[in-house]
């Protein structure tokens, strides 16, 4: 398997602009996460699902950000208007469980930079 | 809020043994603990997770204290490859990992 694959690698866009990340999650997970890489508040987790169901979004800063998994094979995380404290590195992962210590698996993550 | 403290930052020379320590004091009984690795640029990496025994795998060793107050991630022949944040991580959830909290990590960092 190539691993949860996300796009894309680099985004550089403007204040107010709309900004998709998008992700593959490995074939046969069941749990997809998104996560946020800032150097001043480290890795948080926005949101995550199980299922294609939405789970837990507390940590989803605001209404600009959305997420969405439409399938098992893909999910979006949307930022509609984007603002510069947005740049960060985004992350997804996914897991086949989470009972018991379930591995999570990351991607390579997107990051984003805001101007 | 993570529930564990760690060293901010490590040194190993190459070849020998990396003792990674952290604190999780205020465990609960059937709470995990968890070790991932961020090697920069990339994606944190799983090493290895444990509830109450001495766990091995083939990337590294997980010690935990009897009380289960603290434990060592040993990586037994540190290679440069291994200079990353090292992560203890203890669930957030009854035994599972859907809400991992990522602290700051220690910064390890292995010399030729």
């Known amino acids: 398997d190539a691993g949860v694959i996300q796009s894309p690698r680099h985004e550089v866009t403007e204040m107010g602009q709309e900004v998709t990340l998008r992700c593959k999650p490995i074939?046969?997970?069941?749990?997809l996460f998104w996560y946020r890489q800032t150097m001043m508040r480290g890795l948080e987790l926005l949101i995550y699902?199980?299922?294609?169901?939405?789970?837990?979004d507390s940590g989803m800063p605001e209404d600009r950000f959305s997420a969405k998994m439409p399938n098992a094979s893909f999910s979006t995380l949307k930022i509609q208007p984007s603002e510069p404290r947005d740049s960060a590195v985004y992350f997804c992962?996914?897991?086949?469980?989470?009972?018991?210590?379930?591995?999570?698996?990351f991607g390579e993550g997107s990051r984003l930079t805001v101007l | 809020d993570a529930k564990t403290t760690q060293p901010p930052s490590m040194d190993c020379a190459e070849g020998r043994a990396a003792n990674l320590p952290c604190n999780h004091s205020?465990?609960?009984?059937?709470?995990?603990v968890y070790w991932y690795r961020q090697i920069h640029s990339q994606g944190p990496q799983y090493i290895i997770h444990?509830?109450?025994n001495n766990e091995t795998n083939e990337m590294a060793s997980l010690i935990i204290t009897e009380d289960r107050k603290s434990s060592t991630l040993i990586l037994p022949h540190a290679t440069l490859r291994d200079t990353a944040v090292y992560y203890c991580?203890?669930?957030?959830?009854?035994?599972?990992?859907?809400?991992?909290?990522f602290g700051k990590g220690t910064k390890l960092t292995v010399n030729p």
């Open positions: 205020t465990i609960s009984g059937n709470e995990y």
């Open positions: 699902f199980n299922n294609n169901v939405p789970i837990d």
């Open positions: 074939s046969g997970h069941d749990y």
């Open positions: 991580i203890v669930s957030d959830a009854q035994g599972g990992s859907e809400k991992l909290v």
């Open positions: 444990g509830l109450k």
């Open positions: 992962a996914s897991s086949f469980q989470v009972d018991v210590g379930g591995e999570l698996f």
